[in-house]
């Protein structure tokens, strides 16, 4: 879990005040969309706020806010894109662990209603560019900007 984030309570504020959805802005996913693994029905965004390195999330191209409104094409094609993203961040992250979380609703955590499926890998050696200091606890030091470079510049 991230220590200290001071923008995101402005982000939350911010989104309510906007009157619509921040994962359905087309600069919001142009900002943070993992191209090489967007689906027909999910686009896959560098979480902006993450929890460790290589956070990302994995939402409906389609505005949805609750698991029972997905379409039968969307829950097709999720495991698709769920296993195509474990497989890229398991190569870039040299991990076979991962997390998968999703918060449904305002009293569970979840601060945009657009249901989305965090993912982060677990590597065994702890990346560099964190801290371990309680279990379960890092200092992110990667940005979403720094993840989706990464992302670009990973040769299989």
Not at 78 to 85: D, I, N, S
Not at 108 to 137: E, Q, T, Y
Not at 144 to 156: S, V
Request: a positive charge; proline letters at 6%.
């Amino acid at each position: 879990m991230r220590i200290l984030e001071p923008k995101r309570s402005t982000y939350k504020r911010v989104y309510r005040d906007k009157g619509y959805c921040d994962f359905c802005d087309p600069v919001v996913i142009k900002d943070q969309e993992v191209v090489v693994l967007r689906g027909q029905e999910w686009r896959v965004l560098a979480c902006k706020y993450p929890y460790m390195d290589g956070n990302l999330m994995i939402l409906p191209k389609r505005h949805v806010t609750h698991t029972d409104k997905l379409n039968a094409a969307e829950w097709a094609e999720f495991p698709k894109v769920l296993l195509a993203t474990q497989k890229l961040l398991g190569e870039l992250f040299k991990t076979d662990s991962f997390n998968l979380a999703m918060n449904l609703g305002p009293l569970s955590g979840g601060s945009v209603p657009h249901i989305h499926w965090m993912i982060v890998p677990r590597p065994k050696i702890a990346n560099l560019s964190c801290f371990n200091v309680m279990h379960d606890f890092y200092l992110v030091q990667m940005d979403y900007k720094q993840l989706l470079k990464k992302f670009r510049a990973f040769k299989k």
